[in-house]
T-cell receptor
Framework: DQQVKQNSPSLSVQEGRISILNCDYTNSMFDYFLWYKKYPAEGPTFLISISSIKDKNEDGRFTVFLNKSAKHLSLHIVPSQPGDSAVYFCAASISDSWGKFQFGAGTQVVVTP | DAGVTQSPTHLIKTRGQQVTLRCSPKSGHDTVSWYQQALGQGPQFIFQYYEEEERQRGNFPDRFSGHQFPNYSSELNVNALLLGDSALYLC????????????FGDGTRLSIL
């Protein structure tokens, strides 16, 4: 039962342009969402999060948007840099079950010069 | 400040054997969660330990068990290994009181022959 879905397995974007990664979820109980970034041979590292009481959260080049009615969130990276080439995972949790995160399958981002 | 450390880095076992993976949480963290990441998939939650007890569990069979020690370090044990248990096993730690994102280790790559 895949409750968090990332339907784009890969994304290629030019350096300096915007990267938009999408994530859909099915469980309406989810109230906390995160994005993690993963390089090969390393564990995932936290990027940005958003609570369900907000619809946008921004941190430098990274912005996460949440559309609760559509059960959809997106991550915008502007401008994209070569170091952003990695796999990006969307994850969701219910506050009462803190630490039990459901992850999507990931999107491989490649930033080209 | 040491982050989450896992050992060993790689492990090869045969079907039917048993394996123990180890995790030391980030300094100051008291909660440890274990995830299984199969090739091309996102991490799947196995279970979480806090105060030396299993607090939450995902959809994994009883062959998967764990332990948390008084120093907050943790072990993941898998009995009667199957070919399908081949995966990257990730440990993540957090502080139960602050609802902050988990910090992940680099994982143990388990291969079953």
């Amino acid at each position: 039962d895949q409750q968090v879905k990332q339907n784009s397995p890969s994304l290629s974007v030019q350096e300096g342009r915007i990267s938009i990664l999408n994530c859909d979820y099915t469980n309406s109980m989810f109230d906390y969402f995160l994005w993690y970034k993963k390089y090969p041979a390393e564990g995932p590292t936290f990027l940005i999060s958003i609570s369900s009481i907000k619809d946008k959260n921004e941190d430098g080049r990274f912005t996460v948007f949440l559309n609760k009615s559509a059960k959809h969130l997106s991550l915008h990276i502007v401008p994209s840099q070569p170091g952003d080439s990695a796999v990006y995972f969307c994850a969701a949790s219910i506050s009462d079950s803190w630490g039990k995160f459901q992850f999507g399958a990931g999107t491989q981002v490649v930033v080209t010069p | 400040d040491a982050g989450v450390t896992q050992s060993p880095t790689h492990l090869i076992k045969t079907r039917g054997q048993q394996v123990t993976l180890r995790c030391s949480p980030k300094s100051g963290h008291d909660t440890v969660s274990w995830y299984q990441q199969a090739l091309g998939q996102g991490p799947q939650f196995i279970f979480q330990y806090y105060e030396e007890e299993e607090r939450q569990r995902g959809n994994f069979p009883d062959r998967f068990s764990g332990h948390q020690f008084p120093n907050y370090s943790s072990e993941l044990n898998v009995n009667a290994l199957l070919l399908g248990d081949s995966a990257l096993y990730l440990c993540a730690s957090s502080l139960v009181t602050d609802n902050q994102p988990q910090h992940f280790g680099d994982g143990t790559r388990l291969s079953i022959l």
